[in-house]
């Protein structure tokens, strides 16, 4: 079984910065593309970033510029660098990977979420 542990939320003022980390465990024999998707009160869940194997980096409109997504594969693991945090970055952010594992081939696994609040 697999499972994304997430960390690196908090609370911070406008303009702060924040570091989310993601580390994936279990029988995985390979990782694809992993992302940070976010969720805010009362809206859908949206990607935010997402990083291939090869590290192409993909972000939505909305981060562009503010956020940077990173990979190290030997450590299974994700980060989201946000910098110029804004109100609107309030939401639970969700860590996503594409990945294959020993038992049950390719699947897509989600983190719990970490809660990430900017306060202005």
């Known amino acids: 079984q697999v499972q994304l542990v997430e960390s690196g939320g908090g609370e911070v003022a406008l303009g702060e910065s924040l570091k989310l980390s993601c580390a994936a465990s279990?029988?995985?024999?390979?990782?694809?593309?992993m992302g940070w998707y976010r969720q805010a009160p009362g809206k859908q869940r949206e990607l935010v970033a997402s990083?291939?194997?090869?590290?192409?980096?993909n972000y939505a409109e909305a981060v562009k510029g503010r956020f940077t997504i990173s990979r190290d594969n030997a450590r299974n693991t994700v980060y989201l660098q946000m910098n110029s945090l804004k109100p609107e970055d309030t939401a639970v952010y969700y860590c996503?990977?594409?990945?294959?594992?020993?038992?049950?081939?390719?699947?897509?696994?989600w983190g719990q979420g970490t809660r990430v609040t900017v306060s202005s």
């Open positions: 996503n990977a594409d990945l294959i594992t020993l038992i049950d081939g390719r699947s897509t696994s």
């Open positions: 279990g029988r995985i024999v390979r990782i694809n593309t």
């Open positions: 990083i291939t194997s090869g590290l192409i980096t």
